[in-house]
């Protein structure tokens, strides 16, 4: 059984930066793609940033440059540098993977930017 777990979300004031936290348990190989995604209240679920098993990173427009995305193999864990951060970037913030051709999700960690 996969398991994903985000932390690190919170409330910030615009300009300043957080850092997210996707810890995976239940995977065997150390080395597995995954993709943050975010959902503001009454909208869709959009993609932020991926990392591929190769390294290869890609990001939504909205965030490029203002958004950091990597991972520690050794700790089974992806992070996502979010600095910058507007209004608009205020949604709750979730790691995706798929392994043995499943799809896996974890719980989410909200974002809230504010003054």
């Known amino acids: 059984q996969v398991q994903l777990v985000e932390s690190g979300g919170g409330l910030v004031q615009p300009g300043g930066s957080l850092r997210l936290s996707c810890a995976a348990s239940?995977?065997?190989?150390?080395?597995?793609?995954v993709t943050w995604y975010r959902q503001a209240p009454g909208k869709q679920r959009d993609l932020v940033a991926s990392i591929s098993t190769s390294g290869t990173t890609n990001y939504a427009d909205s965030v490029k440059g203002r958004f950091t995305i990597s991972r520690d193999n050794a700790k089974n864990t992806v992070f996502l540098e979010m600095n910058s951060l507007k209004p608009e970037d205020t949604a709750v913030y979730y790691c995706?993977?798929?392994?043995?051709?499943?799809?896996?999700w974890g719980q989410g960690t909200q974002v809230t930017v504010s003054s």
């Open positions: 995706h993977t798929i392994v043995g051709g499943r799809s896996w």
């Open positions: 239940g995977i065997i190989d150390s080395i597995y793609p």
